[in-house]
Every structure is written in C-alpha cells, then in structure tokens.
C-alpha cells in the first residue's frame, strides 16, 4: 500500500502528546515497512525530531524529503489566464498589476507577488481583484478582504441572522480558546460548542447578538461560511490554516485594545506556549502603528524569537513606521536597557534608522542610551556576518552565533550601524564616544583605541573606570 500521512505539526503539545505521536509513528513504520509512505507537515514546523530517520533508516527503504516548490512566473500567468479566460483582460491588468518580470518583488518576501508564488494566495488575490478590482497591500489585508468578500457574499445569498462582526467575535474566539486547550486546525465538537455558547453569551450582554437566536442556528450559519466544517458528528475542522490564523489574529488584536488584564494574561500565556508567528504578523498588519508597537515591545518579554518574524511579515512602509513608533515609545526609558533589547530583538535596517533619527533630535541621556543600544547590535550579530575581519571569541557573546538569522537582513543592518557609530565617536558626550568605541572596537580598532585613550585622560572617573573594566574584559593592551 501507499500510505499518506498528513498533519504531523498538529499533534497538541500538551501531556507529551507529540513525544507518544512520535514513537507510534516510528513503530508504525517499522511494523509495517515493506508500504509505501508519504509524511506531511507544515514546512516552517519541520523538526527532525519528527522522526528519527538516522534510527529508522536500516529498517525502511531509502527515504527522501521534499519541500513543496512554489510557482514559478510560468505557472502563475498560465494560472490567471486561465481563470479569467473569459475575461482576457482582467487577467492582463493582474498580470500587470503582479509585475511578474520584477526581480526585486520576485526575491521580496513581503510582496504581494510573493504571496502570488502560493496557489491559496493566488486564489486570494483572484477573489479579491474580481471583487475590488485593486490588490491589497498586505497578507492581513488579503485575508480580511477574502473573510469580508465571503461573509457578505453569505448574507446576500441566504438570510443571515447572525452579523458578520458577530461571526468574528465567534470565530476568533474560537479560534483562541481552542488553541489555548490544545486544539489547533481540528476541535472536539463538544468543546468548540463550549466555546461557542460561551462567546454567545458575551455577545449577548454586549447587546451585539440578538437574544433569541440559539446555539444551533449560530453554529449551522459558522459552518455555511465555509471558514471551518464538520469532520463527522465528532470533530469540527478549519477549513485552512490561514483562515486559522486570520481569526486568532483577530481575537488577538480585540484582547490588546479592548479587553481586560485577565484576557491580557491569558494571551501573554499562550503566545509564550504557542507559536503563534504568522497570527501575530497578521494582527500587528491589522493594527495602527502605535498599537503594533506596543505588542511588538510587550513581545520581545514574551517570546522574543518570533518577535523579528512579526516585524519582517510587515510590507516596507509599515516596517518604517513601526520602527518609529516603537523606538518613540521606548525612548524615554533613560535608567533601563528598553532601547538595547529593541535593537538586539529587532537587527534590521529601519529600526536603526530611526533609533538614528532619535539620536538626533534627543538630548544627551536619550543619545547615549541610542550609541549602547547601536553598540551593543554590532556587537552582537557582527560575528554572524562578513564585514571586515572575524572578531575573536573573547569580544562577543556567544548567543549571537546560536541564533538562527537571515543575513539578508542582518548584513546591511551591521553595515549602516557601524556608519552611524562613525559618525557619533567624534561626539562632545564621553558615554556616546565611549560605546561608539566600544562597538567599532573590531571594525576601527585604531580609532577605537585611541578614542578609549582620550577618554581615560579626560579624567571622568565613571568613563575611566568603564574604559578600564572593558579593557580587562577583552584583554585589550
């Protein structure tokens, strides 16, 4: 037999189930290895842990693993045309519109062309443009375009009784709740009906749902929407991850400007268990800067790891004035290290700008918080990245070279903070000189000498006393 397996990143966390999912799956394929298999899951959840291969390869056949290829300029015209074959040129003002011969969109990871290079997205943007007529700026926007387009295609084709925001609420908090017991693209019926009474009872006292309306009606206008379906009697099912995530990220979004601090907690407690990275890129999409900002801040204390995945699923103009944002709302934290951890948590080129731009316009505590946050940056990621000589073992901390970062991003945010470093060791303020020193110690290590010299003879027992601290640290002569 041929068997297929799919699904294996959905195995809940909780109670070691993925530990026991794991073993029975190897002594699956052991006991019955003269099949065929073929073992799916979520690229970005790719473990090797998944399956011991280097154990299980002398009792299976030779195995090899593929990652599904996304499409390519060919397929994605061969695509649109076909679909608006009727209309040619509809699919000539996508195609335009997608400019396909781009290679700058084509490499660009937050592009609507990239998102067109997924066949589900590609399906997404046809809608849309169908619809509107105009293509979205973003992921988030795609997908709140394509849950608009439906709900009000449903209520035009039957009489709904349930509002499209109450659906929403519905959605996502079912959405959460259900991921927040271990449930992710697949929920016990029972309890998603829990879940649903409950939300219902909310939206009731909130005077947004109508009283009368019963559990059973709600639930059978959810599952004509088509956004999750029955599985059997037993079982309920998102009909796609991303519908999945768009509606956690919306109940994530509701739970950060609207709800209480209990809610606050309970969401802090699950994206500290839970993985939710391609939600939480949606939810920042779907908040204004300054909202956005102060997740992304309150992120870096909860899982910092997913925090730079967040910022980066940002389209070029939102990545500029969350950077803003961010940086001014930290910047006054003159006695903390806010600024430092929003560097280190955050590599990339517009969050240096605008800590640059900060600099500029702030007086001298606020400049030198700046330099150490720049500072301590190159610090951190210049071992991860080819500018100049290596620095040796005894400058750096070892954490940067355990993290996992695209150097796409890195390099040049490497780059443009020691320029800035530059430009701020001639400063008349001995601390900004001093981290300035500090960070181009590897880069510029003469001028970094000599200004740490300068700084010692200026006769600031606080800077001296830095100086010679980091001198004995390094082992600098």
């Given at each position: 037999?041929?068997?297929?397996?799919?699904?294996?990143?959905?195995?809940?966390?909780?109670?070691?189930?993925?530990?026991?999912?794991?073993?029975?799956?190897?002594?699956?394929?052991?006991?019955y290895?003269?099949?065929?298999?073929?073992?799916?899951c979520?690229?970005?959840?790719?473990?090797e842990?998944?399956?011991?291969?280097?154990?299980?390869?002398?009792?299976?056949q030779?195995?090899?693993?593929?990652?599904i290829?996304?499409?390519?300029?060919?397929?994605?015209?061969?695509?649109?045309?076909?679909?608006?074959?009727?209309?040619?040129?509809?699919?000539?003002q996508?195609?335009s519109?997608?400019?396909?011969?781009?290679?700058?969109?084509?490499?660009?990871?937050?592009?609507?062309?990239?998102?067109?290079?997924?066949?589900?997205?590609?399906?997404?943007?046809?809608?849309?443009?169908?619809?509107s007529k105009?293509?979205p700026?973003?992921?988030?926007?795609?997908?709140?375009s394509?849950?608009?387009?439906?709900l009000?295609?449903?209520?035009v084709?039957?009489?709904?009784?349930v509002?499209?925001?109450?659906?929403?609420?519905?959605?996502?908090?079912?959405?959460?709740?259900?991921?927040?017991?271990?449930?992710?693209?697949?929920?016990?019926?029972?309890?998603?009906?829990?879940?649903?009474?409950?939300?219902?009872?909310?939206?009731r006292s909130?005077r947004?749902l109508?009283?009368?309306?019963?559990?059973?009606?709600?639930?059978?206008?959810?599952?004509?929407?088509?956004?999750?379906r029955?599985?059997?009697?037993?079982?309920?099912e998102w009909v796609?991850?991303?519908?999945?995530?768009?509606?956690?990220?919306?109940?994530?979004?509701?739970?950060?400007?609207?709800?209480?601090?209990?809610?606050?907690?309970?969401?802090?407690?699950?994206?500290?268990?839970y993985?939710?990275?391609?939600?939480?890129?949606?939810?920042?999409?779907?908040?204004?800067?300054?909202?956005?900002?102060?997740?992304?801040?309150?992120?870096i204390?909860?899982?910092?790891?997913?925090?730079?995945?967040?910022?980066?699923?940002?389209?070029?103009?939102?990545r500029?004035?969350l950077?803003?944002?961010?940086?001014?709302?930290?910047a006054?934290?003159?006695g903390?290290?806010?600024l430092?951890?929003?560097?280190?948590?955050l590599?990339?080129?517009?969050?240096?700008e605008?800590?640059?731009v900060?600099?500029?316009?702030?007086?001298?505590?606020?400049?030198i918080?700046v330099?150490?946050?720049?500072?301590?940056?190159?610090?951190?990621?210049?071992?991860?990245?080819?500018i100049g000589?290596?620095?040796?073992?005894?400058y750096?901390?070892?954490?940067?070279?355990?993290?996992s970062?695209?150097?796409?991003?890195?390099?040049?945010?490497?780059?443009?903070?020691?320029?800035?470093?530059?430009?701020?060791?001639g400063n008349?303020?001995g601390?900004?000189?001093?981290?300035?020193a500090?960070?181009?110690?590897?880069?510029?290590?003469?001028?970094?000498?000599?200004?740490?010299v300068?700084?010692?003879?200026?006769?600031?027992?606080?800077?001296?006393?830095?100086?010679?601290?980091?001198m004995a640290?390094?082992?600098?002569?």
């Amino acid at each position: 037999m041929l068997i297929l397996i799919d699904g294996l990143n959905e195995v809940p966390l909780e109670d070691n189930a993925r530990v026991y999912a794991y073993r029975d799956m190897q002594q699956f394929l052991v006991s019955y290895a003269r099949n065929r298999f073929v073992i799916c899951c979520r690229s970005s959840d790719y473990e090797e842990r998944l399956l011991d291969l280097e154990q299980l390869k002398s009792k299976l056949q030779p195995h090899r693993i593929f990652e599904i290829r996304r499409l390519d300029r060919e397929q994605i015209a061969d695509y649109v045309q076909r679909y608006f074959q009727s209309q040619p040129e509809m699919a000539v003002q996508l195609l335009s519109r997608l400019d396909l011969g781009n290679d700058y969109l084509w490499r660009e990871t937050n592009s609507i062309l990239h998102l067109a290079r997924i066949p589900l997205y590609l399906q997404l943007i046809l809608l849309e443009f169908e619809h509107s007529k105009t293509l979205p700026e973003s992921m988030a926007l795609l997908l709140q375009s394509f849950v608009n387009h439906v709900l009000q295609r449903e209520a035009v084709r039957h009489a709904s009784r349930v509002d499209a925001l109450s659906k929403e609420r519905l959605l996502g908090a079912l959405a959460f709740q259900g991921v927040r017991q271990g449930y992710l693209l697949r929920i016990p019926d029972r309890v998603a009906q829990a879940i649903m009474q409950s939300g219902m009872q909310i939206l009731r006292s909130d005077r947004v749902l109508a009283a009368g309306l019963t559990l059973a009606v709600v639930r059978g206008e959810l599952l004509s929407n088509n956004f999750i379906r029955a599985e059997g009697r037993q079982w309920l099912e998102w009909v796609h991850q991303l519908i999945h995530d768009y509606f956690l990220a919306s109940e994530i979004v509701r739970i950060r400007i609207r709800a209480d601090k209990g809610e606050h907690r309970a969401l802090n407690a699950l994206l500290r268990t839970y993985s939710a990275g391609q939600a939480c890129i949606v939810a920042v999409s779907l908040m204004d800067p300054k909202q956005g900002a102060r997740f992304l801040v309150d992120l870096i204390e909860i899982d910092v790891k997913v925090v730079l995945r967040v910022f980066e699923g940002q389209n070029e103009d939102a990545r500029t004035e969350l950077a803003e944002a961010i940086v001014d709302l930290v910047a006054e934290d003159i006695g903390g290290r806010r600024l430092e951890q929003v560097a280190l948590a955050l590599p990339c080129l517009p969050v240096v700008e605008s800590l640059f731009v900060c600099f500029k316009r702030n007086r001298s505590p606020v400049k030198i918080q700046v330099c150490r946050a720049i500072s301590s940056l190159v610090i951190e990621y210049l071992p991860l990245v080819s500018i100049g000589p290596q620095p040796g073992a005894g400058y750096y901390t070892a954490t940067a070279k355990e993290r996992s970062l695209d150097i796409s991003i890195t390099e040049p945010t490497v780059k443009r903070a020691i320029q800035i470093l530059r430009a701020m060791i001639g400063n008349s303020n001995g601390w900004v000189r001093f981290y300035a020193a500090k960070g181009l110690w590897e880069t510029e290590k003469s001028q970094s000498a000599q200004t740490l010299v300068q700084l010692v003879e200026e006769g600031d027992p606080a800077i001296s006393q830095q100086v010679k601290r980091l001198m004995a640290e390094w082992g600098i002569e």
